[in-house]
């Protein structure tokens, strides 16, 4: 029910008390009840609006999803699309990764909208939080992808230099930097130092290998060594 029904509705309830032959002191004490009570009930509709406000699901509490790290700053998932139908859920932190296999999946908007979409490995992402959708992983290869979703609402840094020695600059935003260098055969990597707070990679063909790397660390690529692909994700 709408607003102006609703006001239609209050106005024939309370049109008897401005309307009566009551002595003036009852009466009037009657139409300050009315008017009171109209108030509350003109502001009914809204309040129950926000407090049936919609909830969602976590978007990795589910099958397929794993739990590789946590800290105050950042928690990584591996995640995979099975052929099912995941239930809607809203992204509540911005988010960002890389996916590492070839697959399909179809995302589905709130209202209904499916969207088919192909994934190639080794793309990689970043996301505002409040993106809300179900998906259903389809076809015959199975889609995997790293994500990290950023605890923090915003960066805690606003400096935009990439550490040096890590690998060459792919993307970035104003919450992260993120980093891809592909091993060279017999090419043993340089000491370098982490300028930030970092989430490091390493793909050893397609098992990822997760490592944070807290800022100020100085290093010979240890968390890379053997992997023939790493993605660093420097943290804002």
Do not use: C
């Amino acid at each position: 029910m709408n607003k102006k029904k609703n006001f239609q509705l209050i106005a024939l309830a309370i049109r008897p008390f401005f309307n009566s032959t009551v002595p003036g002191r009852t009466i009037g004490a009657m139409r300050i009840v009315a008017i009171f009570t109209a108030v509350l009930l003109l502001a009914r509709p809204s309040q129950t609006f926000a407090q049936s406000g919609q909830t969602y699901p976590q978007p990795f509490d589910r099958d397929g999803a794993t739990k590789i790290f946590e800290n105050d700053r950042v928690i990584v998932w591996d995640v995979s699309w099975l052929p099912i139908a995941y239930p809607t859920h809203r992204h509540l932190y911005d988010y960002a990764g890389v996916y590492y296999t070839n697959g399909d999946r179809v995302v589905v908007s709130p209202q209904g909208q499916r969207s088919p979409t192909h994934s190639t490995a080794w793309d990689h992402f970043f996301f505002r939080r409040g993106v809300t959708h179900s998906e259903e992983g389809v076809g015959t290869d199975t889609l995997r992808a790293i994500f990290l979703e950023l605890k923090e609402p915003d960066p805690v840094s606003a400096d935009t230099t990439a550490s040096a020695g890590l690998g060459k600059k792919v993307r970035e935003s104003n919450r992260l930097i993120i980093l891809q260098d592909i091993a060279e055969q017999g090419k043993q990597p340089s000491a370098h130092r982490h300028e930030r707070d970092a989430v490091v990679v390493a793909f050893t063909g397609k098992k990822p290998k997760i490592t944070f790397v807290p800022k100020g660390t100085v290093d010979q690529g240890r968390e890379t060594a053997g992997a023939d692909r790493t993605y660093v994700f420097e943290l804002k």
